[in-house]
Each structure stands twice: as C-alpha cells, then as structure tokens.
C-alpha cells in the first residue's frame, strides 16, 4: 500500500495558479454555505448570551486555546463581543485553507476539488450547525484547520519532527474545539485508503503514525491540558 507522500518533505509554497484556483472555488462555496445562515438564522441561546454578558467560559469546557484565541483579539478584555454575522464571514478564509491542504493530502489537484473539499468539511449537518453558531463557528474552522494540516504533516511529509508537529496541532485542536479531532484521522485514512500510487512510502507504517499520533495527543490533552 503506498500513499501520496514526499519520503522527506513537501513545500506547500510558493501556491501554484492550481492551488490559487482552488482557493478561489473553495472560497465561492464557502460563501455559499455561510451566507444563508448568516442571513436566516437567527442567534442561538450561547450568542445571544455571549452578546448580553461578553463572557468566554471556554476553559471550563477543556478547549482553553479557544478563550485564549478570543482574548487576545479582544485586546485581554474581560468581555468578547462578536456581532452577526462576523462570526460566519471569519470563517471563509479557515474553510478555503481546509480545503486546500485536504486537496493536497488526497493529491487532488483538480480546481473543482477545492470546492468539494468545502462540501465534504464544511457542507455536512454538523459543520453546518456549528457554523450558525457566531462565536463558535470560527473556532470549530480553526480546529479543523489545525486537524488539517497535522494531518497534511503526518501524510506529506516524514521524519521525527512531522510527527512532533502532528501531536502538537492536534492537541491545539483539541483545545480549541474536540469534535473537530475527527479531521485528523479521517483525512489520513482517506489517504490511505485511496492512494495515487506516485511514491514508494508504506501506507502502513502511515497508519502506524496515525495511531501513535492520536493517543498520544489524546494522553496530553488529557492529563497536560484538560486537568488544569
């Protein structure tokens, strides 16, 4: 079983007009998911509090790089206001990133991919109704992201410090935002799974690194991060 991968690195710049076509799709169906949200859904009960009271409440929840994220763009005031739909709009440029390095992972170079890359991340139920929410639909992009390119780390590219890197954004991830873990090792068993045949790397040793990678961010995120 071979896999698309470099046996050493891969550049992802300087982008090519194929990536930058990507993008742009990426972008276009972006737009077309968050948009009717932003205008037809009305704030959910989280918003509307977050909007009266300006709390953050994130830490308590195990996703402290979220309240830090929101923190520092708040300048380390102890309220966070977000209006709608600003929340939505944060989100285009995670979601077309996303579908760009998903592009990659799977060695899809087609400019229509990267629009149904957005489809596969971004235009399921979950992802939908995550991204109604204002605040939290930046973080859920941002976790995915983070998953994304752990994965682009762990499939692109080899060697002991791809695999540190791994660990480490999917424990960023996790601390952000849990459920978006699912990213992670979905894409890379994609990867596997449907492999473009144009290296010699051993899918199973991948997929060894898969394993090893999540268990042990799950271990630090479990007794390093989310016991504080």
């Known amino acids: 079983m071979t896999i698309a991968a470099s046996e050493h690195s891969v550049s992802f710049w300087p982008l090519t007009s194929r990536d930058r076509g990507q993008l742009v799709a990426a972008l276009w169906v972006g737009l077309l998911l968050v948009v009717p949200l932003a ?3 009305p704030m959910f009960i989280d918003d509307f509090g977050r909007s009266l009271s300006g709390s953050y409440d994130w830490s308590k929840d195990g996703r402290p790089l979220a309240e830090l994220i929101y923190q520092t763009l708040m300048l380390g005031s102890d309220r ?3 209006t709608s739909p600003l929340g939505q709009l944060l989100c285009l440029p995670g979601m077309a990133l996303s579908s760009l390095l998903l ?4 060695g899809h170079r087609a400019v229509w991919a990267g629009a149904l890359a957005t489809i596969f991340l971004f235009g399921q139920p979950y992802a939908l109704q995550t991204l109604s929410y ?3 639909s930046p973080l859920m992009v941002f976790a995915v992201l983070l998953c994304l390119g752990a994965g682009a780390c ?6 002991p410090r791809s695999r540190i890197a791994s660990v480490a954004l999917v424990v960023c991830s996790l601390a ?4 978006a873990n699912s990213a992670f090792w979905i894409v890379v ?3 596997l799974l449907f492999p473009d045949g144009t290296t010699e790397r051993s899918g199973w040793r991948v997929f060894a690194d898969l ?3 999540q268990v042990l961010a799950l271990l630090i995120y479990k007794y390093g991060v989310f016991s504080q």
């Open 39 to 41: 205008l037809k859904v």
């Open 80 to 82: 966070v206001v977000l």
């Open 103 to 106: 592009c990659r992972i799977v």
């Open 134 to 136: 204002s605040f939290d």
């Open 154 to 159: 762990l499939v692109l590219c080899s060697g």
């Open 176 to 179: 952000t935002y849990q459920p």
């Open 189 to 191: 068993l994609m990867a």
């Open 211 to 213: 394993v090893a990678c």
